[in-house]
């Protein structure tokens, strides 16, 4: 039996489905995550660390992950769990309706979050503003 | 001793299937999924039930209650309690203090109370002489003669040109 990955509107299923990395749930890992890889994380446990992807990569956050004093840095983010720190996702931010965020974020192509999702933050478009009103 | 003895362990006949990688990771990333939806799809659910209860539900159970309340007040037979009738009761009599020795024997009862005669409290009746006063004070207010003019008292407004 095949499940499919949670239903996106931005992040690709098959980044979702090429996930390399994975903290379980109950699991809890304090330290700092860094490729220079196009792969990916999902967090179904507890991390107290820096996430860093130097070029491509997909940061999961699943329903039950919590994300502490991070600084998340990746082409893709997904969130449906809890993140306490600063996000920064260079293709598309994706923000569910069970997600909690704490802190900023800042993308620079694509944001979906939905009305149900909690934001305590400041949520930055770091594309050029003219270039987007121009077209 | 037997343990001794079998201190070395044989090899398996058959070798035990080790998971492939890829295999592996997947299946912890379905299960992993089907766990995702089923808890964001709950606390998504208790999301919306408490925001809905906070927009509607709390206003709609204080209207309810208002209404309530008033539908109560304006009929109150039913806010009142059903009044049972009430049993005969043996009411016993006061006691009677006992009789000082030095207070004579022959002291007076107590009167008891008897209710008032009809004739001593008449029924209300119609006074004549309010129809006389009546009749003189629609006369005064009939009357329209001219009132007298009005003279100014103002000094100051007297003397402007």
């Known amino acids: ?135 | 001793m037997p343990w001794l003895s079998s201190s070395k362990t044989k090899p398996p006949d058959a070798p035990a299937t080790v998971p492939d990688t890829s295999v592996l990771r997947s299946t912890a990333l379905q299960a992993s999924w089907r766990r995702d939806r089923w808890v964001g799809r709950r606390r998504v659910a208790l999301r919306w039930s408490l925001y809905y209860l906070g927009r509607y539900g709390l206003p709609g159970l204080l209207l309810l209650s208002m209404g309530l309340f008033v539908w109560l007040r304006i009929v109150p037979w039913l806010a009142a309690p059903t009044l049972q009738p009430v049993a005969s009761v043996a009411i016993a009599p006061p006691p009677v203090p006992a009789a000082a020795p030095d207070q004579p024997a022959s002291s007076p009862a107590p009167e008891a109370l008897v209710p008032a005669s009809p004739e001593a409290d008449p029924p209300l009746r119609l006074e004549r002489q309010w129809a006389a006063v009546s009749a003189r004070l629609i006369s005064v207010q009939e009357d329209d003669s001219p009132a007298p003019p009005l003279k100014s008292d103002n000094a100051l407004h007297s003397q402007e040109p």
């Open chain 1, 1 to 135: 039996m095949s499940t499919n990955p949670a239903t996106t509107r931005l992040v690709p299923t098959e980044r979702l489905s090429a996930i390399t990395s994975l903290i379980a749930e109950g699991a809890e890992f304090d330290g700092n995550f860094q490729t220079s890889r196009d792969q990916g994380i999902k967090i179904d446990g507890r991390l107290k660390g820096n996430i860093t992807f130097e070029s491509g990569g997909t940061v999961h956050v699943g329903a039950t992950g919590v994300i502490e004093n991070t600084r998340i840095e990746a082409d893709y983010v997904f969130i449906e769990g809890k993140i306490i720190g600063t996000v920064i996702a260079r293709k598309a931010l994706e923000i569910t309706g069970s997600a909690t965020m704490i802190g900023d974020a800042s993308y620079d192509e694509l944001i979906d979050m939905h009305p149900r999702a909690r934001v305590r933050g400041k949520i930055e478009y770091r594309g050029d503003i003219d270039a987007a009103a121009s077209n």
